[in-house]
């Protein structure tokens, strides 16, 4: 199957290339191996270098930067940036609005509200207590339960 190269020019002047995937039509950079399984909305980006598993549904708007690892049977809402470096494991649900930080890592089966945090080199992970968006969640520091921001 040969594949149209599309090419867009960054901020800089930089003319950088991408094939569409064929299920979504999403723009995958040169070297990113993405799972033809997979649904990647025809206005996301997958950088070259990145990987993305079996069964995954990328949002529109979305942003899976360079290196980045994402595992199988991942839903990640719209407009997500996922950083360089970051790895998202297996079943793992990311809400819209959501920013991921460089090198973070997202254990198996964890969900993340929409507008979620996690910050460069952070891991969650199922059993994580802390509350990884501080704009939903607060924690009271005379150790009662955290409540929903209002």
């Known amino acids: ?24 039509g999403g723009l995958i950079g040169r070297g990113a ?6 649904f990647i909305s025809s206005t ?7 990987e993305v598993g079996q069964g995954c549904r990328i949002g529109g708007g979305s942003w899976i930067d360079r290196r980045a690892r994402i595992g199988q049977r991942v839903v990640i809402g719209d407009a997500v940036y996922v950083g360089p470096g970051a790895v998202i ?19 198996h089966g964890v ?20 509350s990884v968006s501080a704009s939903r969640r607060s924690a009271p520091s005379d150790g009662r339960k955290a409540r929903k921001a209002a």
């Open 1 to 24: 199957m040969s594949r149209k190269i599309e090419t867009v020019e960054d901020d800089a002047g930089k003319v950088i290339s991408y094939h569409r995937h064929p299920n979504g």
């Open 111 to 130: 969900r993340l509200h929409g507008d979620s945090t996690v910050a460069q080199g952070s891991r969650v992970g199922t059993r994580t207590r802390t």
């Open 44 to 50: 996301a980006y997958v950088e070259a270098g990145a």
């Open 33 to 38: 191996e993405v799972d033809e399984s997979s």
């Open 89 to 107: 494991g297996n079943r793992v649900r990311v809400g819209s609005h959501s920013r991921i930080g460089a090198g973070a890592v997202i254990g």
